[in-house]
Structure formats: C-alpha cells, structure tokens
C-alpha cells in the first residue's frame, strides 16, 4: 500500500514568516494529495488538496506544489499567524484503488507573536 | 445533517469491557471512514465503507475489532475485550468519494482503565 513521509514533525516560525511542510509518497500511480489542519480537540479539517494534473495551487495564504516525478508534495503557508498553530496532515491516494486516504504522521506547526 | 456526528465523545471503561462507538455522516455520503489517532501519534486507518460494496477491513488491528453501517447511512465501530492499548481518539469521517475531501466528525476519546 501508500506510505507518507512527512516532515519535520515539529516547525516553529514567527509570526509573519513563511512555512513549509513536506511530503513524500511511494506509489507512483497517486493521483490526489489533500492537506488536514486540526487544531486541539478537534477531528482535522481539509484546507487544500492537488490532483496530479495541476503542479501548483493557491488558495490566499496556503499553497500546495506536487512533484510527480520526485514524488513529493509540500505545504506553503505565508505570512503566518498564530492562528495557524496546528497540526497539519498530507495524505495521499490512488484513484479506483479501492483504498482509504494514508495519512502522515502529522507536522505540529507553532506560530509564536 | 451539516456534518459528521460521533458519540459518544468520551468513553471511560474498563479493561476487559466492550465497547460501541457511533457515527453519523453526513447525509449523501457514500464513503465512511474510521480511524485512530493515539496521542500524539497520525491517523491509523481502520475499516472503510464505500456505498455497498464489501468493506475493506484491512487496517482493523485485532478480530475484537468490529464494524457495521446500517442502510448505508450509520456507522458503529465496536471493539470487545478492550485493553489499554486500546485506549486512542477515534475518529469517523464520510466524503461523497474517496477521493474528494473527507468531514471528520470530532472523535470519540476512548480511555480503557
């Protein structure tokens, strides 16, 4: 099956500064990576997610990059704020698979003031 | 209803006990999903439902874990003779597809004692 390296496990950044979240996948025929944010207490929440035929995609301050041929996927938030302290999930699947979503272990993002 | 519905929220049992925990989907949606978040850890996958075909079971831990869904809509994860290392969030999620975005409910924290 899929497995999903995520890293680094634990970012800190300032507030204001960019962060950035990588994934890598196994399975060459992956076609869709969505990206989770959950915050304390809470099941996680979809904020963005790439199909294989796009390489880039944008939505206000997080973007997400796919790299079919390397295999990686990676998370971009810029001008952080500390409401975007969470834990951040990539996940990736493969199409008519019969298979749920492989998670990563989760990147716990900290925006300090 | 306007999303994924778990109860109960917390469970405290004892080892030994079985257990039963719900999950309400959202209405429409074919697929559901279990997983299990133990603390500080990712999202195991369990067992998924996809409209009604088979269920593909392949991350059930133990044979004393358990799933069902009723008329395609209700989902109940039952785990008997639990033990300690039973003890995780369990969260429930259902998407139209498998691979458009899943609504995870909030979870259910299960601590066997």
């Known amino acids: 099956g899929e497995n999903v390296e995520q890293h680094p496990s634990t970012l800190s950044v300032q507030e204001g500064d960019s962060a950035v979240i990588k994934c890598t996948y196994s399975?060459?025929?992956?076609?869709?990576f969505p990206w989770y944010k959950q915050e304390l207490g809470k099941g996680p929440q979809l904020i963005i997610d790439i199909r294989s035929n796009v390489g880039e995609k944008k939505d206000q301050r997080i973007a997400v990059t796919l790299n079919k041929t390397a295999k990686h996927f990676s998370l971009h938030i810029t001008e952080t704020q500390p409401e975007d302290s969470a834990v951040y999930f990539c996940?990736?699947?493969?199409?008519?698979?019969?298979?749920?979503?492989?998670f990563g272990k989760g990147t716990s993002l900290l925006v300090t003031p | 209803g306007a999303g994924v519905s778990q109860s109960p929220s917390n469970k405290v049992t004892e080892k030994g006990k079985d257990v039963e925990l719900r999950c309400d989907p959202i209405?429409?949606?074919?697929?559901l999903y279990w997983y299990r978040q133990s603390l500080g850890q990712g999202l195991e996958f369990l067992i998924y439902?996809?409209?009604?075909?088979?269920?593909?079971k392949s991350g059930l831990p133990s044979d004393r874990f358990s799933a069902e869904r009723t008329g395609g809509s209700v989902s109940t994860l039952t785990i008997q003779r639990t033990q300690q290392e039973d003890s995780a969030v369990y969260l429930c999620?259902?998407?139209?597809?498998?691979?458009?975005?899943?609504?995870f409910g909030s979870g259910t924290r299960l601590t066997v004692v």
């Open positions: 209405s429409g949606h074919t697929a």
């Open positions: 996940a990736a699947y493969r199409s008519n698979s019969g298979y749920a979503l492989n």
């Open positions: 999620a259902s998407s139209t597809l498998p691979d458009y975005g899943y609504t």
């Open positions: 439902f996809q409209g009604n075909s088979a269920p593909d």
């Open positions: 399975d060459s025929a992956s076609n869709y």
